[in-house]
């Protein structure tokens, strides 16, 4: 069955470094999205990507973060300089098309920001 | 802003007992439901979902239903097993829209 599939699943990093987080989401499909899940607390949206663009983001994508499609399968994102309460769970996950609803998503890299 | 709301944050029941986990939704533009089951170190994976359209939708043991007047809707498991346990998120969004507003999640417990 295909599936999305994050890398790496755990990151360590020293606050104010950049990270770079990865996905590659299932390859027939055609939107994009980053979610973010702080321990212990709800799933929330980052960002949503389509057609090579940002479709829509939230207030917690701030100038911080970025995302990218840089070779048709990977799908990043990076977040520049690092805060502690960067620290979360990522989750990628990717739709064939809007009408089509349903949203896979991968396992999730733990970042932890110390 | 579209916020869901989500109740209860945790519930315990006996194995073969009934769960019932609701949600309530902010935006009335909201047409499309999905519930999702978060295994400890895994991802959300979708368990059910439902269509404005639609005021009730059940696949074996789950069952979801929705009240488009109150903007609620609600997951029932029926004869739960331990391996139901789990964290359920419910979620709403827009059919076309980009974005999916996720619950506080419920934590179920199944006890043997």
């Known amino acids: 069955e295909p599936e999305v599939t994050q890398t790496p699943s755990h990151q360590v990093t020293q606050m104010g470094q950049e990270v770079i987080l990865r996905c590659v989401p299932i390859s027939n499909h055609l939107y994009f999205y980053w979610y973010r899940q702080i321990l212990g607390q709800k799933v929330e949206f980052l960002v949503s990507?389509?057609?090579?663009?940002?479709?829509?983001k939230s207030e917690i994508f701030d100038d911080q973060f970025s995302v990218e499609r840089p070779d048709g399968s990977n799908f990043t994102l990076k977040i520049r300089s690092t805060k502690l309460e960067d620290s979360a769970m990522y989750f990628c996950a990717s739709r064939t098309v809007q009408g089509n609803t349903e949203a896979f998503f991968g396992q999730g890299t733990r970042l932890t920001v110390v | 802003g579209e916020n869901v709301e989500q109740h209860p944050s945790t519930l315990s029941v006996q194995e073969g007992d009934s769960a019932v986990i609701k949600c309530t939704y902010s935006?009335?533009?909201?047409?499309?439901f999905p519930w999702y089951k978060q295994e400890l170190g895994k991802g959300p994976q979708l368990i059910i979902d439902?269509?404005?359209?639609?005021g009730e939708k059940k696949d074996q043991r789950i069952a979801v239903t929705l009240n488009k007047t109150a903007k609620h809707f609600s997951l029932h498991i029926t004869e739960t097993q331990p391996e139901d346990s789990a964290v359920y998120f419910c979620a709403a969004s827009i059919i076309g829209g980009f974005k999916t507003i996720f619950g506080a999640g419920t934590r179920l417990f199944v006890k043997a």
């Open positions: 990507f389509y057609n090579n663009e940002i479709s829509e």
């Open positions: 935006d009335s533009a909201s047409n499309y």
């Open positions: 439902i269509r404005s359209n639609v």
